[in-house]
């Protein structure tokens, strides 16, 4: 199976912050590789895939890049609707797998 | 407007079935790649299974011998039958449409395994 890895676990900031969200993969995964967004309560949601696409709808500050092995998010300016838990997925390969999770939080 | 809803969850005591569903509209979830993710309380979300339009299905080794995915077209319905349930299978459990990635979620349904 592939481990993905995500980097940091928590991440404190601060509305207009610049922050970026690492992801790797334990091999290559070409840039078969996703984001989401989930606050508490609620089913994930896209915010990019193919590591750099934009989902029809998530504001332009997101944006995903990288290829291989690493790869990052990033946003831009966070807003104060941007604080939840990000997860990396691969679907390079079966099984589909997930990073554990990064917590953006206020500073 | 793409929707799916997910029903059939409740506790259910180790080694008990269950059947979960996911009723769709706006598509048709025979043309749609449909998965099942899962997500232990206060935990990551871990990929159970696919259905491909074409009928072939894949699980995560955990679940193999013991869930089975499936649908059914007139319903337009996505189910999942739970067998054999451990306690390490409770979870909220969520119906996405797959494109490799999951562009369309449900709400999900929570599972509840323990004596």
């Known amino acids: 199976d592939i481990q993905m890895t995500q980097s940091p676990s928590i991440l404190s900031a601060s509305v207009e912050d610049r922050v970026t969200i690492t992801c790797r993969a334990s091999q290559s995964i070409s840039n078969w590789l996703a984001w989401y967004q989930q606050k508490p309560g609620k089913a994930p949601q896209l915010l990019i895939y193919k590591a750099s696409s934009l989902q029809i709808g998530v504001p332009s500050r997101f944006s995903g890049s990288g290829s291989g092995t690493e790869f990052t998010l990033t946003i831009s300016s966070l807003q104060s609707d941007d604080f939840a838990t990000y997860y990396c997925q691969q679907y390079n390969s079966y099984p589909y797998t997930f990073g554990q999770g990064t917590k953006l939080e206020i500073k | 407007e793409m929707q799916m809803v997910e029903s059939g969850g409740g506790l259910i005591q ?58 059914d077209i007139s319903k337009n319905t996505l189910w999942l039958q739970m067998n054999s349930l451990r306690v390490e299978d409770t979870a909220v459990y969520f119906c996405a449409t797959s494109e490799g990635y999951f562009d369309n979620w449900g709400q999900g349904t929570l599972v509840t395994v323990s004596s």
């Open chain 2, 14 to 71: 180790p080694g008990g079935s269950l059947r979960l569903s996911c009723a769709a509209s706006g598509f048709a979830v025979s043309y749609k790649y449909m998965s099942w993710v899962r997500q232990a309380p206060g935990k990551g979300l871990e990929w159970v299974s696919i259905i491909y339009s074409g009928g072939t299905t894949y699980y995560t080794d955990s679940v193999k011998g013991r869930f089975t995915i499936s649908r």
